[in-house]
């Protein structure tokens, strides 16, 4: 099925892809380094004070520090990605929700009003990817990617954006998933450089899914290829004070033609107040 009958076919069965504008024209703003941001920004089911109600304030305040060209978003549900959306007026958006439309939690691609969309797509990250909601491999929850194809038009860069998260219970789920990605990568358009945000519940530089992912031919881990960076800190921080060297869980990967000029990681609070629990990843890159 090609792409067009697909969409309608998913718009008839009441899974729409939720994709926020096409072709919008481009502010007059900065230089050609692309920023980007990967963000697990928690779901919605805590106490006071770390209720989404309040952190949102603190989430606004974070996005507007870094001004990301794209950001990945992990765990944003429905009403999450629209107050991300008017934090982001200068942006439009790419998601689905894992269980089809704007059920369960919505992978999103933000992306600046400097790229206009070639193309996209999502996949389920189970034995049957392109069946919404599938999930296999011993999944706590349903995982899936979303991808996009991206032309800059302030530099005329054509790129690939993948964003995920991977399984926190499943090592087995982790490990294929990770394989299924690679595979599905391959078939992008030769050439074209592809980053990848996530979280991936995997430690950068020892776990196999970093490995893998990381292997010849595979992915460069921006935080390691970084001209300059910002202290290391874990990323999942468990509303707790940042510890210097921790685990890398969230990444920004990228492939082909990419260099990065500086890499951080953001713990940023006010008070004893997180904006997550995890705590976002920037990457300034240089695409082609």
Known sequence: MDRRRWFWALVAAGALVLVSGFVVAEPARGDATVRVMTYNVRGVNDPPP??????????????????????????????????????????RWIGLGTQGGTKDQILAIFYAKRFEVLDFDHFWLSDTPDAIGSASWGNRYVRMVTWAKFRDRRTGAVLYQVNTHLDNGSAESRMKSAELILRRVRGFQAGVPVVMTGDFNAAAGASPVYTTLTGAGAFQDTWTTAQKRSTQYGTLARWHPPRRNGRRLDWILARGRVRTSWAEIDPYRVGGLYASDHFPVVAHLRIG
């Open 50 to 91: 770390r209720d989404w109600r309040t952190r949102r304030k603190l989430v606004g305040r974070l996005l507007g520090r870094h001004d990301p060209d794209l950001l990945g978003v992990q765990e944003g549900r429905w009403h999450q990605i629209r107050d991300l959306a008017e934090m982001l007026p200068d942006h």
